[in-house]
């Protein structure tokens, strides 16, 4: 097998604004995480959009500062999120933004020479309502992780 086989590349995009794309409902209101899912039919992306805006106090970001980070399936990131990151931050400024491409496996260890070995890879987030995929990957980095050890079993086996 090609060492591309089975591979997901996912586009990425990543912003600096000065001020946080949610509208505040109270004044000197800052959230530390918020998560942001962008349906496809909105904003006419052709492809649902994830990702989150960390804030000031989630001390990610130096402070007054907010930072974006956008997923979706794609190959050329500039083309997949640009326009929908333009469109979300249309009313703060971007201070700096950054484009780029994973590809995203399977289960197991990383895929990627570049990086780490000791990272370990989930496959992408789909868009189901159910947990069983995510308990089944989170089994199966827990194992490679601690081979001797059993995964959650009094809780699983309440559910």
């Known amino acids: 097998p090609s060492p591309t086989e089975g591979l997901v590349s996912v586009s990425h995009a990543v912003y600096l604004t000065a001020s946080s794309i949610k509208p505040k409902t109270k004044p000197g209101e800052q959230d530390d995480v918020s998560i942001l899912h962008i349906l496809s039919r909105c904003l006419g992306n ?9 804030g000031p106090r989630s001390m990610l970001p130096a402070e007054d500062m ?29 201070l700096y933004k950054l484009f780029f491409t994973t590809q995203m496996s399977a289960v197991g260890r990383n895929v990627d020479p ?15 309502a159910g947990y069983s995929e995510c308990i089944e990957e989170a089994r199966k980095s827990f194992s490679l992780l601690y081979p001797d050890e059993e995964f959650l079993s009094a809780v699983l086996n309440s559910l």
């Open 46 to 54: 052709p492809r649902p959009v994830s990702g989150f805006e960390f």
């Open 66 to 94: 907010y930072m974006i980070h956008l997923t979706t399936p794609g190959r050329d990131p500039t083309n997949d999120l640009e326009s929908v990151v333009d469109k979300i931050t249309d009313n703060t400024a971007v």
């Open 114 to 128: 570049v990086l780490d070995k000791n990272i370990i890879r989930t496959t992408f987030p789909t868009y189901s």
